[in-house]
Every structure is written in structure tokens, then in C-alpha cells.
């Protein structure tokens, strides 16, 4: 498969290079070789994209909700018949096993487009009758162009969950994804045009954070979307106040889960896993703080050291490995760093902790016990494959020591006693909430965080109230009575 795409950039509907940008390497994790290398956008291939998606907004905001609606499942169609391919292009950007991008990535893509396309022929407004006859409609508008910005650990997904609403509604979108994944996104583009969408619709454009921050700053820009870290969110979300600017900020988080002495301790086991160790550890909602009840401790570590047992490191693209590399060596050098501070700061080592020596970015799945609330791996998010257990007594204990973090991504509860499971659910401070479960995100449902995790939510018909805005119409039906 050839790796390299046609160029950079995908603008106005078609592939456009600049090679005056600052060169990108696109690095497989796996080797550690260079596999593709992409081009930073210049300030001429910036306003290139800008005058595209003004100019095509327009256009595509004229089309009925199902004409635009139309365009978005045959996008699916397309992405959903390309899933092998994009999936091996997934696991080259980031890493991460084929045997897991071929089920999450390219499918989740088409489920937004899906989702949202058929959303599209029903987006309206309200009628709202007044006394005397006057009433007030509305109209539901397109925001007008949208920056998106993606995070390295899902690109394609990123592209389409910002992509599909964004489109939907009637916005263009100038899209930029994480300088480390350049090569999903044009992906995105491509089956988008290829569908019907018009050119100029869904750009994306190379580069690292500075080129985020001038599409960010550019007059011509209604709202910006970021994937991204809590301190970047901050700069972003200032950046887009100055021009008060829509914002979606989906950003880090430093999640619970807390498992009860009731819980099935296999699912429990299941579900920490997936929200640890899915993706490497490289997923923003992980419940990376394990709280398990005292009773349940030592089973649930030594279960949980078993199933690690099962993880099959090796080759992403091979089919049965299960667990991938680090994204980048920056990124498996960050995570070796948290695990020799979680060692120096008292915490006992369970299972992993070691890089593994060779080309590819591996760091082994890694369980601490006896973590306690202050310490560095239980504030601070990791972004790795690294899980925490704190230990805990009561339910009023494990909610105010879960929800004691600046962060509110995501939370779950494990547990049999069905009116607990509903009281802890209630009382988190988190966007996203699981009951006997962690980690899933069906296009259906909203996602998102509170407090520094973000503002906003992504899916579900929330999301179509992020990209577009209610205009309110006043119709007189009697004559205007004025003071004199
Ligand atoms: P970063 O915050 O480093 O980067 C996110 C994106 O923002 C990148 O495309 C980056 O470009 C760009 N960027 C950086 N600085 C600026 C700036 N000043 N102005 C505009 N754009 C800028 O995140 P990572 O890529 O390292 O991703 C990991 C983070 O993303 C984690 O904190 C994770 O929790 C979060 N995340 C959140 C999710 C959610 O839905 N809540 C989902 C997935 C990840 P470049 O990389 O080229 O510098």
C-alpha cells in the first residue's frame, strides 16, 4: 500500500502542495522509519483553504438538509467499503493494531457521517406564536467556515466527528490534524468529495500548532473545534475568545472508575482494561485512577495481572497483536518518565514498567497498586498504559476522592447494588458516565468533559446545536406602535 499521499493538502476538492512549508516525517511506531512526509501549510496555502470553504459555505448552506444529508451517508458508504485500506493507513499514522482499527476508527467515521447525515433533512427551527397574532420564527443557520484541530490518537475519527456535524448543518470545515498523524484526515476529504460534497467543503491543511493558531485568528473563522491537551485547549479557547468565537473544546482528562466489593470482578477487570490499555493507554477518557474497594483488592489485581498475560505485543498490522507502540518516542519517553516518578514516589509496581528495547515505540502495560491521591500518576494525566489502583472504604469516600481533580472527562461505576450505581453516577463531576462499563462512545450519545476537560459536547443531536445558531424572526401582524 503506498503511504505517501498525492500532496500535503486537500483544498477546494483537490490535492494541493506547498513545499516551501516546514517538512513533516510521518515516523511508523513500529520501526520507527520514516513511511510519508507531508509539508507544512504556508500563509499562501492557509488563505488558499479560507477562501475555499468562504466561498463554498455559501453554496453548500443553500442546499436542502437532505441534499447535504445525501452526501454524508454516501461519504459512509464509501469509508465503511475503504475500511481495510483505512485501516492500515490508521495503524501507519498512529501505531495503534490493525485488530483495532479496523473496528474503531474508519467504522466510528462513517457512524458520525451516517448519524448525522440522516440528522440533516431534520434540522428546523420552532414557531412561536404571540398575542395578537405576532409571532416569532426561527431559523436554524449555519455557523459559517469551522477550524477543527485534532489530537494524534484518533485521526480519522477526530476528522469525521467534527467533520460530519459541522457538515451537516451547513459550515465548511478547515480541518488540521496533529503534525504526528498528517495522513488520515486527506483520507476524510477524499471519500467526502468523492460523494458529492462540493469543493471547498472539507479542507485540511498540514502543520503544527502554529498554523492551528492562524486559522484560529482568522476574521473569516465562526467557531473552532479542538481535540487536544488541557493547556493547549487554554490557548485555543483565549485565542477564540478575542474573536468570540464558537468553541468545542474536547480535552484531557484524569478519569475514576470505581469498583465496588459487589462488583462482577471479571467485568470490572474488562472494563479497566479497556479503559487503560485500549489504544496503548492513548485514550482521553481512561479511567486511570482504579479505585477498588478494599474487599475486592487483591482479586482484582491478581486477575487483572493474568488477563495482561493475554496482551500480544508484535507487528499492528499483524491481526493478533493486540497492543500496539507509543505513538512517538517523545510520547513512550513522557510515559517512562511518569512510571519512574510513580516508583520514586512510594507506589508499588504490579506488572510492567519496562520499554521494551528494538525500533518499535513499545512500553509495557503497567499496573501500580497502593497509589494514593497525591501522588504524580494519580494528578496528572498520562496518556499511556498505565493504570493506578487506590484503595478506598465507603461510597462517600470514593465520590469526593473521584471527583477531587481539575479534570471531569469521563467517570464509571462498577457495581451490583442498582441504586448506588445511579446515586455515584449523579454525583460525579464528569461529561461522559458509565454504569458497569468504560470507554464506549456511540455516535448516538453525547461526549464530553466538565471542568478543565472541556466545553461543549461531540455526537448526538447536541452537537448540531455546536454548529449552528438560532436566528429569531419578530413577524407583525398588526400595525407598529410607536411612543410618537
Ligand atoms: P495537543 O494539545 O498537543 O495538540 C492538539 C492539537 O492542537 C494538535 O493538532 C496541535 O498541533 C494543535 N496545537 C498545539 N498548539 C496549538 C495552538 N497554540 N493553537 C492551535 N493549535 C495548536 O494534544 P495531543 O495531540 O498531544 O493529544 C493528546 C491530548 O489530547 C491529551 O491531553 C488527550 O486527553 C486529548 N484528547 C482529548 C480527547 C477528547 O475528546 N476529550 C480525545 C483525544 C485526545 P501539533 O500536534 O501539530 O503541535
Known amino acids: 500500500m503506498n503511504i505517501q499521499p498525492q500532496a500535503s493538502h486537500f483544498i477546494d476538492g483537490a490535492y494541493v502542495e506547498d513545499t516551501a512549508g516546514d517538512k513533516i516525517d510521518v515516523i511508523y511506531p513500529f520501526t520507527g522509519k520514516v513511511v510519508a512526509t507531508v509539508h507544512a501549510a504556508t500563509p499562501a496555502i492557509i488563505e488558499k483553504a479560507m477562501e475555499a470553504a468562504t466561498r463554498a459555505q455559501r453554496e453548500w448552506a443553500s442546499w436542502t438538509g437532505t441534499e447535504r444529508g445525501r452526501v454524508l451517508r454516501r461519504a459512509a458508504d464509501i469509508m465503511r467499503e475503504r475500511n481495510h485500506d483505512l485501516s492500515v493507513l490508521e495503524t501507519y499514522d498512529t501505531g495503534k493494531p490493525y485488530q483495532e482499527t479496523s473496528v474503531a476508527d474508519a467504522t466510528s467515521g462513517a457512524d458520525a457521517l451516517e448519524y448525522f447525515g440522516g440528522l440533516a433533512g431534520s434540522l428546523t427551527g420552532e414557531h412561536i406564536q404571540l398575542g395578537g397574532g405576532d409571532f416569532v420564527y426561527t431559523r436554524r443557520e449555519a455557523l459559517g467556515v469551522c477550524v477543527g484541530i485534532g489530537a494524534w490518537n484518533y485521526p480519522t475519527q477526530i476528522a469525521s466527528w467534527k467533520g460530519a456535524p459541522a457538515l451537516a448543518c451547513g459550515n465548511a470545515m478547515i480541518f488540521k490534524p496533529s503534525e504526528t498523524t498528517p495522513l488520515c484526515a486527506l483520507k476524510v476529504a477524499e471519500v467526502l468529495h468523492e460523494a458529492g460534497a462540493p469543493a471547498g467543503v472539507y479542507n485540511v491543511v498540514q502543520g503544527m500548532g502554529a498554523v492551528g493558531a492562524s486559522l484560529i485568528n482568522d476574521p473569516r473563522v465562526a467557531k473552532v473545534s479542538l481535540t487536544g491537551s488541557v493547556p493547549t485547549g487554554q490557548k485555543v479557547y483565549a485565542a477564540a475568545a478575542a474573536g468570540v468565537r464558537h468553541v468545542t473544546m474536547e480535552l484531557g482528562g484524569k478519569s475514576p472508575i470505581v469498583i465496588f466489593d459487589d462488583a462482577d470482578v471479571e467485568n470490572a477487570v474488562s472494563g479497566a482494561i479497556l479503559g487503560n490499555f485500549y489504544s496503548t493507554g492513548q485514550v482521553c477518557s481512561n479511567g486511570t485512577r482504579v479505585f477498588v474497594q478494599k474487599g475486592i483488592k487483591e482479586q482484582f489485581l491478581r486477575r487483572m495481572t493474568e488477563r495482561l498475560k493475554g496482551v500480544i505485543m508484535g507487528d499492528p ?168
Open 317 to 484: 498490522q499483524d491481526e493478533a497483536t493486540n497492543f500496539g507502540p507509543m505513538v512517538s518516542a517523545r510520547q513512550r519517553d513522557i510515559v517512562a518518565g511518569f512510571i519512574a516518578k510513580g516508583i520514586e514516589e512510594g507506589a508499588r509496581l504490579v506488572t510492567g514498567g519496562k520499554v521494551i528495547d528494538g525500533d518499535g515505540y513499545f512500553i509495557e502495560p503497567t499496573v501500580f497498586a497502593d497509589v494514593s491521591d497525591d501522588m504524580t500518576i494519580a494528578t496528572d494525566e498520562i496518556f499511556g498504559p498505565v493504570l493506578s489502583v487506590l484503595d478506598f472504604e465507603t461510597e462517600e469516600e470514593a465520590l469526593r476522592r473521584a471527583n477531587d481533580t481539575p479534570f471531569g472527562l469521563a467517570a464509571s461505576v462498577f457495581t451490583a447494588d442498582l441504586t448506588r450505581a445511579h446515586r455515584m453516577v449523579a454525583g460525579f463531576e464528569a461529561g461522559t458516565c458509565y454504569i458497569n462499563t468504560h470507554n464506549l462512545a456511540p455516535v448516538e450519545a453525547p461526549f464530553g468533559g466538565s471542568k478543565l476537560s472541556g466545553v461543549g459536547r461531540e455526537n448526538s443531536k447536541l452537537a448540531v446545536d455546536h454548529y449552528s445558531e438560532m436566528k429569531a424572526v419578530y413577524v407583525a401582524m398588526n400595525d407598529v406602535e410607536a411612543p410618537f
